[in-house]
């Protein structure tokens, strides 16, 4: 299944945008679904995840506060809203999907099996 990632940008530091997460065609209202970033030169890293049910919700130390993630299973979407950017937020953002939503391993790239084509988030400071 291909996920399609969306609402990345040009933003000022102190500004605010809300990504998007859509696999068209299949549905994941049973699955886990993150969000990972990627910075030039860097590994890819955790940043946001919520269960199947969205009840549970786990975040990267470095966002806590500042971004909330939310799903809508009616609409097969899952939203990260960020607030408050910095440049040290500068990456492309990464969603994903754990359809075998076992354990508490959110925070796990290795626990996702799809993955979206990702979507460029710029902080100007």
């Known amino acids: 299944v291909q996920l399609q990632a969306s609402g990345g940008g040009l933003v000022q530091a102190g500004g605010s945008l809300r990504l998007s997460c859509a696999a068209p065609?299949?549905?994941?209202?049973?699955?886990?679904m993150g969000w990972f970033r990627q910075a030039p030169g860097k590994e890819r890293r955790f940043v946001a995840a919520?269960?199947?049910?969205?009840?549970?919700?786990r975040y990267a130390d470095s966002v806590k506060g500042r971004f909330t993630i939310s799903r809508d299973n009616a609409k097969n979407t899952v939203h990260l809203q960020m607030n408050s950017l910095k440049s040290e937020d500068t990456a492309v953002y990464y969603c994903?999907?754990?359809?075998?939503?076992?354990?508490?391993?959110?925070?796990?790239?290795?626990?996702?099996?799809?993955w979206g084509q990702g979507t460029q988030v710029t902080v100007s400071s």
């Open positions: 994903a999907a754990d359809e075998e939503a076992v354990g508490d391993s959110y925070d796990e790239i290795l626990a996702y099996d799809y």
């Open positions: 919520i269960n199947w049910s969205g009840d549970i919700t």
């Open positions: 065609g299949r549905t994941f209202s049973s699955a886990n």
